[in-house]
C-alpha cells in the first residue's frame, strides 16, 4: 500500500496545476451546450444555477480534503489546493452571475430575495467570505501578509459550512444528498482538528515514577 500511495505522490508531483484549471472549466461550456438543446430539463436556468453551485461546493469539499488525506492517508495533493479554490471561487461567480442574470434580472428583486430568503442570504455570505480568498491567493498576498495568510484562509472553514447549510435550505423537503455534503464538510473539519500531543504527559509519567 505504500508503494502505491508512494507511487501516486510521484505522478501527482509531475501533473501540472493548468491540467486541473483546463479539466474543471469544461462542465461550464458542456452545461451552456445542455442548456441550449433541452438537455437540462423543462427549467434550464434553474437546472444551470444548481448544476454550477454543486460543482462549487463539490471544489470546497475536495480542498478541504487535503490535509486530512495528506495526514492520515500520506497522499499529497498540497500543490493543487489553491487551483481548487480559485475554481470554487470561479463556479461560485457563475452560479451567482447565472441567478443574477438569467433568473432574476431585476435588481430590486434581487436585493429582496437577498433580505427575506434565509438560503440566499446564506449563499451570498459564504460568497463574501471566499472574495478575500481569492484576492490573496498569490504568491505576493502570501509574503506580504504573512502569518496574517493563514489566519484570513481560515475563512475557507466558514465559507464551505455557509455553503453546505445553502444547499441544504436550497432544496425542497429533507434530501439525502445536501445532508451527505454536511456530513462530509463536518466530518473533514473534524478530522482537521490538531492532534493532542500527548508525548509530554507521558514523558512527565515516565520521569516522576523514576523519580519515586
Known sequence: MSA?????????????????????MFPVPWLLYEGQTGGLGAEPIKALEQELGLIALQLLV?????????RYLRINLLKFRRA??????TYVCLHLLVWLV???????????????????TIGMA???????????SNNFSIRKLGPKWRQLHKLTYIAVILGGVHFIWLVKGLQIEPL???????G?????????????????????????
Not at 4 to 24: E, G
Not at 126 to 136: D, E, N, Q, R, W
Request: net charge positive.
Open 188 to 212: 473533514l473539519l473534524i478530522l482537521r482538528l490538531p492532534k493532542k500531543r500527548q508525548a509530554r504527559p507521558i514523558a512527565n509519567a515516565i520521569l516522576a515514577n523514576k523519580a519515586k
Open 180 to 186: 451527505l455534503y454536511m456530513a462530509a464538510i463536518l
Open 4 to 24: 502505491v500511495i508512494d507511487a501516486f505522490n510521484a505522478f501527482a508531483r509531475r501533473v501540472p496545476t493548468w491540467v486541473l484549471y483546463i479539466s474543471y
Open 62 to 70: 475536495i480542498g478541504l480534503a487535503i490535509t486530512p488525506a495528506r
Open 126 to 136: 459564504g460568497f463574501v467570505c471566499l472574495i478575500p480568498l481569492a484576492a490573496t
Open 102 to 120: 438569467l433568473d432574476v434580472g431585476i435588481l430590486s428583486q434581487i436585493w429582496a430575495d437577498i433580505l427575506k430568503r434565509p438560503y440566499i
Open 84 to 89: 481548487l479554490g480559485l475554481l470554487a471561487f
